[in-house]
């Protein structure tokens, strides 16, 4: 955003100025390099903010008499102290709001950047910077795929960051799908402008007021969840670990087997709960909060999530019953839990569900690519985008029998514009592309079929574990090259900022003045 001090030249002289490109050249430059200054202030910013959550495991560390607190403080100063010099030095250039080409430039440089230094406390275990990167990106993308072995070894300080890590990618998800995406039109999401599906009602007056609203829902749900891990059996550090990663959707775990590691069958019904809960639109939450719960229950996008896992799991339920003689109770836990993990995008795992036959397999893996609703902190496409696809290739079938008839595609109780179902057929394919051209790519890389395709998948749509022996729920990606690690790592940043945030900034009409 540029400020004048007063009129230029150009101004004083009148329409003459336009002959003279030279001059114009220059202010259009001027301009170019000015926009930039707040986009790297509030950068600057968060970073510093990150910096200074570093030393919420450093004190954990402290407490328990671990000597890595040391990392977490070294690794803090060096943050803030980049966030601090960044923000001061790009200061004073911020107005009101930001425009759209500086929303786009911002959310990208802010999840490229984030976990850039968010991988430093890493580096204290010994691992290449590509394995540290790759743990901070699945952190704070909310994906869930780790790197690391012997997690029940590990230093508390160490397991708290990767759930902080989650916790913070949950909540800036939420914000980034609610307060901006809508504005740039991003696979449909304009459909979302902070108003109500039903009667177009404005949830919130101010951004500001939404945004408050999100945190406060967000941390109630986290310490209630927390509250009942505890009362079910687990101990008060692991119950803080997984809330945090429950609610964000994101699946790291303090132990190597997961949520394997607790035997109360109540603690995985209540992981489930949450999980959906993380994946449920948080503007209807708040809404619900307001006097109207109802909406929770007619919204669309709900309706197709719980009907997606209640058949899938049932179906699945009765097979593992009829041919590993499993009881319905358990096997219903043991696919509930699964498949929720999995379309809710949370990477949980409670027992290795790739041995449990090919149908199994079959259904894990159309589940990667479904995801939970708009406005939560899962990923992958999304209701929404499934229930606008059908809708649109159900009235194309209807006007090829009936072709003078005029049919539209709605979305609850809203009509959609032809733009919206176009943005939604094209982040479709975008989607899809992108997880074939990550697949081509990681084969370069050594990795058999099975590994890449799942590999490329979960790692868009940040799922978590993949299928196979390497990347199952079983293994992790620690044997995977460094290379197919830096591909990932773009993968899951280019799937959590929904494509186009990322693809638009590859147009030269971006950068065009």
């Known amino acids: 955003m540029a400020f004048r001090a007063g009129p230029s030249r150009a101004s ?52 328990a008499r671990n000597p890595d607190w040391q990392a977490f403080v070294i690794s803090a100063l060096f943050t803030g102290m980049s966030g601090l010099l960044l923000a001061i030095s790009c200061a004073g250039e911020l107005g009101s709001s930001l425009s759209i080409r500086q929303a786009f430039l911002l959310t990208a ?15 204290w275990l010994g691992i290449s910077y590509a394995d540290a990167v790759f743990e901070a990106v699945s952190g704070f993308t909310t994906t869930g795929s780790t790197i690391l072995i012997g997690l029940d070894g590990l230093a508390p300080g160490l397991l708290l960051w990767r759930s902080v890590l989650q916790w913070m ?69 692991d119950a803080v670990n997984h809330a945090m990663t429950t609610l964000s959707t994101g699946g790291y775990s303090t132990h190597d087997a997961s949520f394997a590691y607790f035997t109360n069958p109540l603690t995985g019904w209540i992981c489930i709960v949450f999980m959906i809960a993380g994946a449920s639109p948080f503007s209807l939450m ?18 197709a999530l719980l009907c997606l896992l209640a058949a899938t799991s049932f179906v699945a339920a009765i097979y593992l019953g009829i041919t590993q003689e499993i009881g319905l109770h358990e096997a219903l836990l043991r696919t509930s839990f699964n498949f929720t993990s999995i379309v809710t995008t949370t990477g949980f ?77 094209a982040f479709l394919v975008a989607y899809l592309g992108s997880v074939g051209a990550i697949t081509l790519i990681l084969t370069f890389f050594g990795l058999d079929a099975m590994t890449a395709i799942t590999g490329a998948a979960t790692a868009i749509g940040n799922v978590g574990p993949g299928l196979g022996d390497v990347i199952g729920p079983a293994g992790n990606f620690s044997s995977l090259p460094d290379g197919a690690k830096w591909v990932l790592s773009l993968a899951m940043l280019l799937g959590r900022l929904e494509l186009f945030t990322v693809l638009v900034l590859l147009d030269p009409e971006f950068w065009s003045r």
């Open 12 to 63: 004083r002289i009148g329409p003459v100025a336009t002959l003279h490109p030279a001059p114009l050249r220059r202010r259009h430059h001027d301009r170019l390099v000015i926009t930039l200054r707040p986009v790297l202030n509030i950068l600057g910013l968060l970073i510093f903010g990150l910096g200074a959550g570093m030393l919420l495991p450093a004190v954990v560390d402290v407490a």
């Open 349 to 425: 795992a409670l027992g290795d569900y790739t041995l449990w036959g090919p149908p199994i397999v079959g259904i894990v893996l159309m589940l990667t690519f479904a995801g939970g609703c708009t406005g939560s902190t899962s990923g992958g496409i999304k209701m929404f985008r499934f229930i606008v696809f059908f809708g649109t290739l159900r009235n194309h079938l209807r006007m090829m029998v009936r072709t003078h008839r005029v049919v539209s595609t709605r979305y609850a109780d809203t009509q959609l514009t032809p733009d919206i179902a176009f943005s939604v057929l």
């Open 169 to 237: 990618g949950g909540v800036g998800i939420i914000v980034m799908a609610l307060v901006l995406l809508p504005y740039l039109q991003v696979g449909g999401m304009q459909l979302f402008k902070t108003e109500s599906s039903d009667k177009g009602e404005k949830v919130v007056s101010r951004s500001a007021d939404l945004v408050r609203l999100i945190a406060l829902i967000y941390f109630g749900l986290t310490m209630l969840c927390a509250a009942l891990y505890w009362v079910t059996g687990m101990n008060a550090f």
């Open 109 to 123: 440089l802010a999840w490229l950047t984030l976990p850039a230094f968010g991988a430093l406390p890493f580096l």
């Open 286 to 303: 708040i809404q619900a909060m307001r006097g109207r719960p109802l909406l929770l229950w007619r919204d669309p996008q709900i309706k």
